[in-house]
């Protein structure tokens, strides 16, 4: 992996660069107590691949990363997604996040599966750490909105896109975060067991998983910081690091939005949607 600096401590075979910056310490802590997404005790590169393969946008987005890719997710947390695109090719994953728990849980998975094609690094989105254009694929998805500044945070994770490589991001839309955001007044004025109700994400997990039901509540509902995007204001993003716009999630084409190839050039028509996924 190349790093701008050597200014790193190496613990559990995890690259870890200190984080001082305040915000970004708040956010790490949200985290630490519940890394999400966790792993189940009987989960194997097997059953991730599964889980992966069952995903739409996942399964095509690793048939588009092909192979002997270099690949860097932004807010990896638990890694699972960074794991799952590593196996079974010669890519070169590295897995990015600000919580050391959630990486030792990604690594151990690695280690335990004899995953050896993801490293592991931990620091803050805003410092400069990795080279400039050495990355095929720069993935952030759900985490640019829980940053102080998104647009920086957007900026600089571009710089160690290669010029002819992809950037895919994932943000809370300004309108479609608003039904959300009236489940957050509920859910603060009469607890969880609203939420465990209105929540179609929590209605799927049922009563199956505490760990998962602790981690999206506190994810969706109890989040320190967050902010909301609109189409236009991402577009501009793009802009103004000289990156070309491809397509979005919803599809901002007249064509269906998950076509067979996702991830190639449209008539880029400026429909107020957002680029929001969930990969795994």
């Known amino acids: 992996m190349k790093f701008k600096n050597n200014n790193f401590k190496l613990i559990d075979d995890i690259s870890d660069f200190s984080i001082k910056d305040t915000i970004t310490l708040k956010v790490k802590e949200f985290y630490e107590k519940f890394p999400f997404p966790n792993y189940k005790i009987d989960d194997n590169k097997y059953t991730i691949s599964e889980i992966g393969n069952k995903n739409l946008f996942s399964k095509k987005l690793k048939k588009f990363i092909g192979s002997k890719k270099t690949i860097l997710e932004v807010g990896s947390g638990t890694s699972q997604l ?21 990486l030792k849980l990604g690594k151990k998975f690695a280690t335990q599966n004899k995953i050896k094609n993801v490293s ?3 620091g803050d989105i805003f410092d400069d750490i990795f080279e400039e254009n050495i990355f095929d694929f720069v993935l952030c998805n759900g985490v640019l909105h829980h940053t102080k500044n998104p647009s ?15 950037i895919l991001v994932g943000l809370y839309n300004k ?14 004025i009469f607890g969880r067991k609203i939420v465990m109700i209105m929540d ?15 981690a999206w509540i506190r994810d969706q509902y109890e989040h320190p910081l967050e902010t909301a995007h609109t189409f236009d204001e ?19 084409s007249i064509s269906n939005d998950l076509k067979e190839n996702f991830l190639e050039e449209t008539d ?9 996924s969930n990969f795994l």
């Open 82 to 102: 960074s794991n799952y695109l590593a196996i079974g090719n010669n890519n070169q994953v590295c897995a990015f996040d600000t919580s050391m728990s959630s």
């Open 120 to 122: 592991f690094v931990r």
């Open 152 to 166: 920086l945070a957007f900026s600089n994770i571009s710089k160690c896109l290669k010029k002819e490589g992809y």
């Open 175 to 188: 309108i479609g975060r608003v039904r959300t955001k009236f489940r957050k007044i509920l859910y603060k």
């Open 200 to 214: 179609p994400v929590l209605r799927k997990i049922g009563k199956s998983s505490k760990d998962k039901i602790e």
């Open 234 to 252: 991402v577009l501009d993003w793009f802009k103004k690091n000289n990156i070309e716009f491809v397509d979005s999630i919803p599809s901002c």
């Open 268 to 276: 880029k028509v400026h429909i107020s949607k957002e680029f929001f």
